[in-house]
């Protein structure tokens, strides 16, 4: 069981009210350059740290855990998504790990949607025409892109923010097709007129546009691999606020080149924040630095949802963002 007063150390620094409010209940320790954590100032804070407090950019894997002090007992992940966590290693242990679910929805939706509309009419690409003074005035057939009323828009992931997304392109007049590990509620899928797709190569085949918003799993490791994307038809756009090795990148970056693909919006990358330079070089490539949630309303719910964790395990109870093997 925790202290009343539990010894918190926070691997990056996080918006000060989170941090104030933090200070006042916990014994906190915060990192004020906000350069991540390398591997011995982890093992540092886990051998003294009764709850650690890393981002989805700490690698707690199964070596960390195992050089934890017996003190830590609980692990807040400031995020979303805990494929940076061996959960498995640290419920073998006794460590409790949550998350934040929940409050990262609507951000991410809006970013997905941005990204849907910013990649076929070429918004980007208008942008820096402009500000590198070349624009010499309107023409008819000038920078024309592709309208997304009509458009099939194919969802990999239809969990809250899949759904979410959903809603945002059903108010665009989009037709919504989705994948998904087994269909959502009748409801849910008749007030979006959304189509389920058992099979994700059928699905595929037939839209005009993807939302990649799925977790990373093992399961979803380069799920649309070099096979899969071809699938998919040259007027075709992927877009992917997920995970960046959901996306076989190389095959991806591959396809952008010889135009097999008409464009993608990528806000993750597969080994980020090293972006692929040959991505880089293309024009049909929005490219954002992993944005969904990065919004001061989403990161102090996120702050706050950790706050709760704590208090909750502190109290003696059990976590409400509890994460366990079988979730995942």
């Known amino acids: 069981m925790l202290s009343k007063r539990p010894l918190v150390i926070v691997t990056r620094k996080l918006p000060q009210v989170v941090e104030a409010r933090m200070a006042e209940l916990f014994d906190a320790r915060f990192n004020a350059d906000d350069e991540p954590m390398d591997e011995a100032a982890l093992i540092a804070a886990v051998q003294q740290a009764e709850v650690l407090v890393p981002t989805v950019t700490d690698r707690i894997d199964e070596a960390l855990i195992a050089a934890a002090g017996p003190q830590l007992k609980l692990i807040a992940q400031f995020g979303n998504g805990v494929d940076n966590i061996d959960v498995t290693a640290a419920r073998e242990r006794g460590v409790v790990v949550t998350n934040t679910p929940g409050v990262l929805t609507e951000?991410?939706?809006?970013?997905?949607?941005?990204?849907?509309?910013a990649v076929p009419r070429r918004i980007v690409e208008g942008e820096r025409l402009v500000r590198d003074t070349t624009w010499s005035g309107w023409a008819p057939t000038f920078m024309l892109g592709h309208r997304v009323n009509g458009k099939k828009l194919g969802i990999i992931g239809m969990g809250r923010i899949g759904q979410a997304v959903a809603k945002r392109a059903l108010g665009f007049g989009m037709e919504v097709h989705y994948h998904n590990r087994k269909p959502v509620n009748a409801i849910i899928a008749h007030e979006l007129g959304a189509t389920y797709w058992e099979s994700l190569d059928q699905m595929l085949a037939r839209v005009d546009i993807v939302s990649v918003n799925c977790p990373r799993t093992p399961a979803t490791f380069h799920l649309l691999n070099a096979?899969?994307?071809?699938?998919?038809?040259?007027?075709?756009?992927?877009?992917?606020?997920?995970?960046?090795d959901v996306i076989d990148e190389t095959a991806l970056t591959s396809m952008l080149e010889s135009r097999a693909l008409a464009?993608?919006?990528l806000d993750v990358h597969e080994h980020e924040p090293a972006v692929n330079p040959?991505?880089?070089?293309?024009?049909n490539v929005v490219l954002l630095p992993h944005l969904g949630s990065a919004t001061i309303e989403g990161r102090i719910a996120m702050g706050e949802k950790v706050i709760i964790n704590i208090r909750t395990a502190a109290d003696g109870h059990r976590p409400p963002d509890r994460v366990i093997p079988s979730m995942l």
Do not use: F, K, Q, W
Not at 278 to 283: H, N, V
């Open 107 to 117: 951000d991410t939706a809006d970013l997905a949607m941005a990204l849907i509309l």
């Open 227 to 244: 096979r899969r994307l071809a699938l998919l038809r040259p007027h075709c756009y992927v877009v992917n606020t997920s995970r960046g």
């Open 263 to 265: 464009g993608a919006g």
């Open 278 to 283: 040959r991505l880089l070089a293309l024009e």
